[in-house]
């Protein structure tokens, strides 16, 4: 994809965006989460039929790697040293920290996360990210959480293979067959679930340096997204594709869907334990529950998906 080509979809999406919402927040729905109205989420509720829930997050890495230079740092702060074994009241206390955006563990990014041209979503001033935190557009718009329905497109599994190799595309044709070979169609304020394979390659092959070389979706994919307004994007990967399909801008997805669209996106997760779940039992749709840290000014944080089916 050329750079004009790129420009080119970024307007046609981003005026799309702002004929259907002229205003960033909409009622207290920000973004691409206008989709997700009270009715939806309520109509989410029927896709429990089992009541089986299943986590969508990958366990958080301490160990570094190549695609995780900084990992998270968990430490124990008590008991102290040799008061186990004690008669005496105590606690099991620790600590964790962690770099939220990364190319290991699972997170969420709020809409002030990409900066380009000089703006976040909605043309808000770039300059309202400052060194104390985000003072709009922050994850703290999603302080109550986010719940609907949630629909997995696995495409290792349409294409009958494990995970689509470093490099590799999924285009908006992917997703339309996933769709028909699944038996699913995505629709209006969804959570949509994109499996590339990521974590099933990183697992049996080991942590590779992402960065540079990852499986993700192609910029022209996100017109789906738009056309059928979805709310959220989720992936195994990091959502867009190393090397970039566009020259000289590295997160071309990231751009349409965050920056254009004002789609939450979450990044990193893991698909192996809902994959096989939905595919013994038929159906690739079920209830979505995500609940982002309460973090004042936040770019993003932490997350664990939940799938109810």
């Known amino acids: 994809m050329t750079p004009d080509d790129f420009r080119e979809l970024y307007e046609r999406l981003r005026g799309q965006a702002v004929r259907e919402a002229a205003r960033p927040v909409v009622d207290g729905r920000c973004g691409a989460l206008r989709h997700l109205t009270p009715e939806r989420v309520a ?11 299943v986590s969508l997050a990958a366990p958080i890495d301490t160990v570094r790697g190549p695609d995780d230079p900084e990992p998270a740092v968990h430490r124990m702060t008590g008991p102290g040293p040799g008061s186990i074994g004690s008669d005496a009241l105590q606690f099991a206390t620790d600590r964790f920290a962690m770099n939220v955006h990364g190319d290991a563990d699972s997170h969420l990014d709020a809409l002030c996360h990409v900066i380009y041209g000089g703006e976040l979503y909605g043309g808000v001033p770039a300059s309202t990210v400052t060194a104390e935190g985000a003072r709009r557009l922050s994850v703290d718009l999603v302080e109550n959480g986010v719940v609907g329905r949630g629909v997995l497109l696995d495409i290792p599994r349409l294409r009958g293979v494990r995970w689509l190799e470093p490099g590799d595309h999924v285009t908006p044709g992917d997703l339309t067959a996933a769709e028909a070979a699944q038996g699913v169609r995505v629709g209006p304020g969804d959570l949509l679930f994109v499996r590339v394979g990521h974590r099933l390659r990183r697992t049996e092959l ?104």
Do not use: K
């Open 43 to 53: 109509a989410a509720a029927a896709e429990v039929r089992i009541g089986r829930t």
């Open 206 to 309: 080991g942590p590779w340096n992402a960065a540079e070389a990852r499986a993700g979706l192609h910029p022209t994919a996100v017109e789906f997204l738009a056309e059928r307004q979805v709310a959220v994007l989720g992936s195994d990967g990091n959502n867009d594709t190393a090397p970039s399909a566009v020259p000289d801008l590295a997160f071309p997805v990231h751009v349409l869907a965050i920056h254009a669209l004002g789609i939450h996106l979450m990044d990193y997760l893991q698909f192996e334990d809902l994959a096989p779940v939905c595919a013994r039992s038929g159906r690739w749709s079920f209830l979505c529950a995500v609940a982002p840290l309460r973090l004042t000014g936040g770019t993003g944080s932490p997350v664990n998906p939940i799938a109810v089916l």
